[in-house]
């Protein structure tokens, strides 16, 4: 196993100023070293990871790290910063600064090595030693733990708490019955934050005497709590960004449900909190949770505000079904391209199936992909319901799915039969039941009962309507001509460039997406008018770059050339980093350009049966000319406006023979 550390890949007096040249600065050291094989498609992934939730913990600690194809072998890259360098922790800059790549297989030995650093950077001890070191050698010595750990003899006394060794502590016990606390730690990527808040947490538990065993739901392995410890504990604390596995083995406990940066920054106000609820007997129906946080340090969605827990379900169904959509649209695209739009559809393919014949492989491409078709509602139904109530919501939703398409209720019908679905559940799940029926609760009652009334409300009551409003809205989408049309292509555009990736970017992809489960003339231009306002931002911030190199800084113009690749692939967070640096001239420019693409594309009438893909599907996309006319269009227009603003603020903020005459801007945020 190849060292994850060498003195190669420390500086100890890191001079760069900034997260993002902080990280451009270690990647290069990890280039080098021939542990990261493309710089800018490696510091890509790290601010699309950085953009999810800042990476900055309290203590001086940044810890910027993605999962990413660019990088070769598992690799950690530290560099010390005198002056300190913002990544967005509440207690100000951070001067450690922790560069973790991980491929995008990477194996659990490496995983497990990396969450082991995780958990020591919550160690005193650990972190001032990393301040107190001269040599480069011995920092990466002692991140990959070739020193000790443990505190000398000489040092015990200072460390331990007052009036108490480590002996007396664990011999010790807090009450004659201590609290007793079960927690599980998760975050998207699973390297880092899982680790440092298990760590948190448990070191908080041994201060204050509770006995406290946490599940790390992440990528060096996932290990299932012993449900006799769940059982025995007093309170849950789930500190999370991604949903929780299995959450109904916490059910009828008092819980704390919170972001993973909250189990970092402030354990002991967690459990406190969970002593509080489980002395007012607060009994919370875990299983009817969503289990998905924010990626802020306040409370989970259980708290939050019912929109945003509302947008979490739905997008919780768009994102099981996209992968359907993508197969299924790009094999009937596939099959219009090689045999075109008329093609027989034989009942059974394979009794006409020919080896040699065109038509033969499209009419086969076209059934298997309305087959893959055949199952987008029922799994947006389904995962919809499985985002409100767990693993016993699926079988009702996928029922009410299934309903939703034999009443013709379309798209709108799964919407409405998984929010139905997830409701009965979570209905069914706070009913008292006795002990001798909760073991076939999951797997029996719940799908049995859930199934008939969702599939009551759906044949019965619900079902007639939605299939009348969903033909409402076909109609109205296939008969958008000329201003309408155009005025929708607007909105869809601005709405896919104003937070590139943010909630409404993605109830405008969502909207698009769903109507390719059905798809009609109208819908499909709605996709092609939502695709090409997406590839506008990072087209447009790529085109500015290069004609007005002067106007950004060399970070920024590095971000440039891979903005290119993001933006014709359709990855619209390939903008996020211009727009972070310089929101007021950013966004607005890049939602112009957004708008005027959408707008031509659905004037031109371009069609598209693909979610994804950019310009690698553009020969499976109707008016392909005119397509990328529209998109070349809004890419013009936003790049001029970006470089314009900048050019105005460049030319009104430096003085003669400043920055501005000089060849290098030196470019700021300003409100």
Same mark, same amino acid.
């Given at each position: 196993m190849s060292e994850l550390i060498t003195a190669d890949l420390v500086d100890l007096d890191l001079s760069a100023t900034t997260k &993002?040249?902080?990280?451009?600065?270690?990647?290069?050291?990890?280039?080098?070293?021939?542990?990261?094989?493309? @710089?800018?498609?490696?510091?890509?992934?790290?601010?699309?990871?950085?953009?999810?939730?800042?990476?900055?913990?309290?203590g001086g600690i940044g810890i910027p790290h993605c999962r990413s194809e660019h990088v070769s072998a598992p690799t950690l890259a530290f560099g010390r910063s005198a002056a300190g360098i913002d990544f967005g922790a509440a207690d100000g800059p951070a001067d450690l600064i922790f560069l973790i790549a991980a491929p995008a297989g990477a194996d659990d030995d490496h995983l497990t090595i990396l969450s082991g650093l995780a958990r020591r950077l919550m160690d005193a001890e650990f972190t001032a030693a990393l301040r107190a070191g001269t040599e480069p050698a011995a920092a990466a010595a002692l991140i990959? !733990?070739?020193? +000790?750990?443990?505190?000398?003899?000489?040092?015990?006394?200072?460390?331990?708490? $007052?009036?108490?060794?480590?002996?007396?502590?664990?011999?010790?016990?807090?009450?004659?019955? $201590?609290?007793?606390?079960?927690?599980?730690?998760?975050?998207?990527?699973?390297?880092?934050?899982?680790?440092?808040?298990?760590?948190?947490?448990?070191?908080?538990?041994?201060?204050?005497?509770?006995?406290?065993?946490?599940?790390?739901? !992440?990528?060096?392995?996932?290990?299932?709590l012993d449900p006799a410890v769940i059982a025995a504990a007093d309170a849950v604390i789930w500190a999370h960004d991604v949903e929780v596995r299995e959450k109904g083995r916490f059910r009828g406990k008092p819980l704390v449900d919170v972001g993973v940066k909250a189990g970092i920054n402030r354990p002991a106000e967690l459990i406190a909190e969970a002593r509080r609820k489980a002395e007012r007997g607060e009994v919370a129906a875990v299983a009817a949770g969503d289990g998905a946080t924010d990626a802020g340090d306040g409370s989970g969605t259980d708290h939050?505000?019912?929109?945003?827990?509302? /947008?979490?379900?739905?997008? #919780?169904?768009?994102?099981?079904?996209?992968?359907?959509v993508a197969a299924g649209g790009l094999l009937i695209a596939l099959s219009f391209a090689i045999g075109g739009y008329e093609i027989a559809s034989a009942t059974s393919v394979a009794d006409h199936f020919v080896w040699g014949e065109a038509d033969s492989w499209a009419a086969l491409l076209n059934q298997i992909g309305s087959a893959a078709f055949g199952f987008l509602v029922p799994v947006l139904a389904g995962y919809i319901a499985y985002g409100m109530a767990d693993r016993p919501a699926l079988v009702p939703g996928f029922v009410g799915g299934a309903i939703a398409l034999t009443v013709n209720a379309g798209f709108l019908g799964g919407l409405v039969a998984g929010l139905l679905a997830g409701a009965v559940v979570m209905a069914i799940q706070r009913a008292p039941v006795h002990a001798t029926l909760r073991g076939i609760m999951p797997v029996l009652v719940i799908p049995l009962i859930a199934s008939a009334v969702v599939g009551f409300l759906m044949f019965i009551v619900v079902?007639? +309507?939605?299939? #009348?409003?969903?033909?409402?809205?076909? &109609?109205?989408?296939?008969?958008?001509?000329?201003?309408?049309?155009?005025?929708?292509?607007?909105?869809?555009?601005?709405?896919?460039c104003f937070d590139m990736g943010g909630p409404l970017n993605k109830v405008a992809y969502a909207f698009a997406v769903g109507g390719l489960a059905d798809p009609t003339p109208g819908s499909?231009?709605?996709?092609?008018?939502?695709?090409?306002?997406?590839?506008?931002? +990072?087209?447009?911030?790529?085109?500015?770059?290069?004609?007005?190199?002067?106007?950004?800084?060399?970070?920024?113009?590095?971000? *440039?050339?891979?903005?290119?690749?993001? *933006?014709?692939?359709?990855?619209?967070?390939?903008?996020?980093?211009?727009?972070?640096?310089?929101?007021?001239?950013?966004? +607005?420019?890049?939602?112009?350009? !957004? %708008?005027?693409?959408?707008?031509?594309?659905?004037?031109?009438?371009?069609?598209?049966?693909? $979610?994804? !893909? *950019?310009?690698?599907?553009?020969? @499976?996309?109707?008016?392909?000319?005119?397509?990328?006319?529209?998109?070349?269009?809004?890419?013009?227009? %936003?790049?001029?406006?970006?470089?314009?603003?900048?050019?105005?603020?460049?030319?009104?903020?430096?003085?003669?023979?400043? $920055?501005?005459?000089?060849?290098?801007? /030196?470019?700021?945020?300003?409100?």
């Open positions: &993002d040249a902080a990280a451009r600065s270690l990647a290069e050291r990890m280039v080098a070293a021939h542990r990261v094989t493309d @710089l800018d498609g490696f510091l890509a992934d790290v601010a699309a990871r950085e953009a999810q939730m800042p990476t900055g913990l309290d990959r !733990g070739e020193e +000790p750990a443990e505190p000398t003899a000489e040092q015990e006394p200072e460390h331990a708490e $007052p009036g108490r060794d480590a002996g007396a502590e664990a011999a010790e016990p807090a009450a004659d019955a $201590p609290f007793r606390v079960v927690a599980v730690t998760s975050c998207p990527t699973g390297i880092a934050h899982t680790y440092m808040a298990a760590e948190s947490l448990a070191a908080a538990g041994r201060d204050q005497g509770v006995e406290i065993t946490v599940e790390t739901q !992440g990528s060096a392995g996932f290990t299932k939050a505000h019912f929109g945003v827990r509302l /947008r979490t379900y739905l997008m #919780s169904g768009v994102s099981y079904m996209v992968p359907f079902g007639k +309507p939605i299939a #009348s409003l969903q033909n409402a809205l076909t &109609d109205w989408l296939n008969g958008l001509s000329g201003s309408n049309a155009v005025i929708l292509g607007v909105v869809l555009g601005l709405m896919m499909l231009k709605v996709m092609a008018a939502v695709m090409a306002a997406g590839m506008v931002p +990072p087209l447009a911030m790529a085109l500015a770059t290069t004609v007005r190199k002067k106007l950004f800084t060399k970070t920024e113009r590095e971000n *440039g050339r891979a903005a290119w690749v993001l *933006g014709a692939s359709f990855i619209t967070e390939g903008a996020i980093p211009f727009a972070a640096a310089d929101p007021l001239r950013v966004i +607005p420019s890049v939602m112009a350009g !957004g %708008a005027v693409t959408g707008a031509l594309s659905m004037a031109f009438g371009a069609t598209l049966r693909a $979610p994804h !893909g *950019g310009v690698f599907v553009v020969p @499976l996309i109707g008016e392909p000319f005119l397509y990328l006319l529209a998109v070349a269009a809004g890419t013009l227009v %936003a790049a001029a406006l970006v470089v314009l603003l900048k050019g105005a603020r460049r030319t009104t903020s430096a003085p003669a023979g400043g $920055p501005a005459a000089s060849g290098e801007s /030196r470019v700021a945020v300003t409100a």
